[in-house]
């Protein structure tokens, strides 16, 4: 059965870095999305993207954060400098209509 | 009000049990439904999508939106141990392009 897949699984990083989190969608999906979740919180929706461009943000996607669909099966995720608050689970998804999301594993992101 | 409120529990039961998990919330906007179970450390798992009022079944399990309430459930027959998770309802709006969750429920099936 496809899945999405995310990479890596565990990223740590200093707080000022710049991180990528990967993604690759099930390969006929049309829409992806990034959501979080801060450890005990629920998960939170971030940015959707669909025909190459975003379609739908949260406040919480600020001019730090960045997504990229750079090769048409990658889809990424950047923080260009990194806060202690920005440690949690990220969860990339993907659908083929706007709904029926289908999610990765995740990437933990800790930031020191 | 929260937009969408759901009990945390945790809830524990024993195997065989009928489990009922709920949500509501306060949105009018929401027209979508979903369940997604969640293990620990794991991405949510799609379970269940409904779209309008009434029950949709899926093998033991049975998803129930009621709109005029604002109230949504999922029932798990037969319960098992490997159903033990968090799990977590998500609405959509008309027109949106993004889920909105509750805070998840923590199953354990006790054997």
């Known amino acids: 059965e496809p899945e999405v897949t995310q990479t890596p699984s565990h990223q740590v990083t200093q707080m000022g870095q710049e991180v990528i989190l990967r993604c690759v969608p099930i390969?006929?999906?049309?829409?992806f999305y990034w959501y979080r979740q801060i450890l005990g919180q629920k998960v939170e929706f971030l940015v959707s993207f669909y025909n190459n461009e975003i379609s739908e943000k949260s406040e919480i996607f600020d001019d730090q954060f960045s997504v990229e669909r750079p090769d048409g099966s990658n889809f990424t995720l950047k923080i260009r400098s990194t806060k202690l608050e920005d440690s949690a689970m990220y969860f990339c998804a993907s659908s083929v209509g706007s709904r029926s999301q289908y999610f990765g594993p995740g990437t933990r992101l800790t930031v020191t | 009000q929260k937009e969408v409120e759901q009990d945390p529990g945790p809830l524990s039961v024993p195997e065989g049990a009928i489990v009922s998990l709920n949500c509501t919330y306060s949105n009018s906007a929401f027209q979508y439904f979903m369940w997604y179970r969640q293990y620990s450390r794991k991405g949510p798992e799609l379970l269940m999508y409904?779209?309008?009022?009434g029950n949709k079944e899926d093998g033991r399990f049975t998803a129930q939106v009621d709109k005029s309430s604002k109230y949504i459930s999922l029932f798990i027959r037969d319960s098992q141990p490997s159903d033990s998770a968090t799990y977590l309802c998500?609405?959509?709006?008309?027109?949106?392009?993004?889920?909105?969750f509750g805070q998840g429920t923590r199953l354990t099936i006790n054997p």
């Open positions: 409904t779209y309008s009022s």
């Open positions: 390969s006929n999906h049309l829409y």
């Open positions: 998500a609405m959509e709006p008309q027109g949106a392009q993004k889920l909105v």
